[in-house]
């Protein structure tokens, strides 16, 4: 126990939460700043007219790095949150309007390429073969850091030897030939803000994880899971406090200390934990005068990934009839060229895909009796790309109403009774997201483990990154890995470091 010790933490995210309720387990005493009125950071809940939306995350995989988290502090998670297992994972529609479920199963999944492609099954084995071979070799290292090129170069050679440089969806093409089992087997870069035609294999990892754990749904939204970590910070005596803005990360010779609040008031600490972005926060939180100006080019200089928009909406009537099942993806044409103009920062996609989220699907309480709720969710890109979003957002609304009740939710408009959306300038102004990027840093092969800023700071002791911009990277398994990582790193340390490790430019 370290109970003589104390951590800030700026930002309530899960990475922000994993990472205090860590600590405070440890015997550490946390104060929690969020500028946000609610905790969840990107999963902050809210509600119109009795229907509840979540704002982000969706996609509950991994539940142990949850139960983990809850097991250090003497409890169970499962007595805080209800999970509910999905299957299928997701329904991914083709621009034709056909779809492909995608199971945890490797039986049933089997039967959905039968269906669709006989002639892919074989290579379909072969691939999940290959999958779980990744999944083995490099999921002991997602949640370890990678603050020292020794770890790097560690699993650079079997990076090499299995190929998994090459992107993900070349990396499918080789076990499976359909066009569109090409994409339904290669899409899941795109949850954490990557191309599947430039983001290297390894991230194939994500796709064992499901397998592995599966997809689950909170009963009550992902809010619930917010909610439980409140709770938990609670118990554990964390004060937390919503509604108020660090300014600033306080500097003293090569050391954090502490922040200071908009209201000029400072709170020092012996470690800080920061789960605002790593650019915004070199750029913003830390004076020019003590920040190395190679580390703040850097940070400008990665390639950032897209960022969204999203639609939450209730209708005064369910849609039981439809084709939709609870995650539902919808892949459009010419998809290589929609996701080489959204990552390129080119325009605008002449083609919509979307993500439609259909939470009342599984669990009523979610909408007002008879009721349904929903979120849709469009890649578009970040604010590096010419995109005036103060002319845009509405016409992008109707386009993206129109596609949804042309093809799945009939007379969709005449029904909506509740309705909110945000564009890449929400990720700007309330995320504080450098150039509005859903997901911080793009999961390329130069911008992953080390080469993605370190969760210990290289550059100032006493100062860690969790969250989407540090690694492991975006999603919520990774950056609640993150919080784990910082946690060890600074429980590990017994005391407060005295110098930095790795390398000094992140």
């Excluded at 660090?246 to 920061?274: F, T």
Aim: hydrophobic share 40%.
């Amino acid at each position: 126990m370290a109970s003589h010790q104390s951590a800030i933490v700026i930002g309530a995210g899960f990475g922000g939460l994993a990472a205090a309720a860590r600590l405070a387990s440890h015997g550490y005493r946390v104060r929690v700043f969020d500028k946000r009125e609610d905790l969840g950071g990107r999963g902050v809940q809210f509600e119109i007219d009795g229907f509840r939306f979540d704002g982000g995350p969706t996609v509950i995989t991994a539940p142990y790095l949850f139960e983990d988290i809850w097991r250090m502090s003497g409890r169970d998670f499962r007595e805080y949150v209800d999970l509910q297992p999905l299957d299928p994972f997701y329904r991914i529609f083709g621009a034709d309007g056909r779809y492909v479920d995608y199971h945890r199963t490797r039986d049933a999944m089997r039967r959905e390429v039968a269906r669709w492609s006989p002639a892919d099954v074989a290579g379909y084995e072969r691939l999940v073969d290959d999958t779980v071979r990744v999944f083995r070799r490099f999921h002991p290292s997602t949640d370890q850091p990678f603050h020292r090129l020794s770890a790097m170069l560690r699993i650079v050679p079997d990076v090499i030897r299995m190929g998994l440089y090459r992107d993900m969806y070349g990396y499918v093409s080789r076990f499976v030939r359909d066009p569109f089992l090409r994409q339904v087997f290669s899409f899941h870069p795109l949850l954490v803000g990557g191309n599947p035609f430039d983001t290297p294999s390894i991230y194939a990892l994500i796709v064992q994880f499901e397998k592995e754990w599966g997809v689950h749904y909170p009963t009550g939204g992902t809010g619930s899971i917010v909610r439980a970590f409140g709770r938990l910070l609670e118990e554990l005596g964390a004060d937390i406090r919503v509604g108020v803005e660090v300014e600033e990360i306080l500097i003293e010779g090569r050391r954090a200390v502490g922040v200071r609040l908009g209201d000029g008031s400072e709170h020092r600490a012996d470690v800080v934990v920061c789960n605002a972005d790593a650019a915004f926060t070199y750029q913003h939180l830390i004076p020019a005068a003590k920040r190395r100006p190679l580390t703040s080019l850097r940070l400008k200089a990665m390639a950032y990934s897209n960022s969204l928009f999203v639609i939450y909406f209730g209708t005064k009537r369910r849609y039981l009839d439809s084709p939709l099942a609870h995650h539902n993806i919808m892949i459009g044409p010419d998809y290589r060229r929609q996701l080489r103009a959204i990552f390129g920062g080119r325009g605008m996609p002449e083609h919509l895909s979307l993500y439609l989220h259909m939470p009342s699907r599984t669990d009523p309480t979610i909408a007002p009796p008879g009721c349904e709720s929903f979120y849709v969710l469009a890649l578009v890109p970040n604010l590096a790309a010419d995109a005036d979003w103060e002319t845009l957002a509405t016409p992008f609304r109707d386009r993206v109403m129109q596609y949804l009740e042309d093809r799945y939710l009939p007379d969709l408009r005449a029904n909506i009774v509740a309705e909110r959306h945000i564009d890449p300038r929400h990720f700007l102004h309330t995320l504080n997201s450098y150039k509005g990027a859903a997901f911080a840093a793009k999961p390329t092969l130069v911008q992953s483990a080390w080469l993605r800023p370190h969760t210990k700071s290289g550059e100032f002791d006493g100062l860690y990154f969790v969250g989407a911009s540090t690694h492991p990277g975006a999603g919520v398994p990774a950056v609640l890995a993150s919080g784990k990582i910082a946690a060890d790193l600074i429980v590990g340390s017994g005391t407060p470091a005295t110098g930095p490790n790795g390398a000094s430019h992140v």
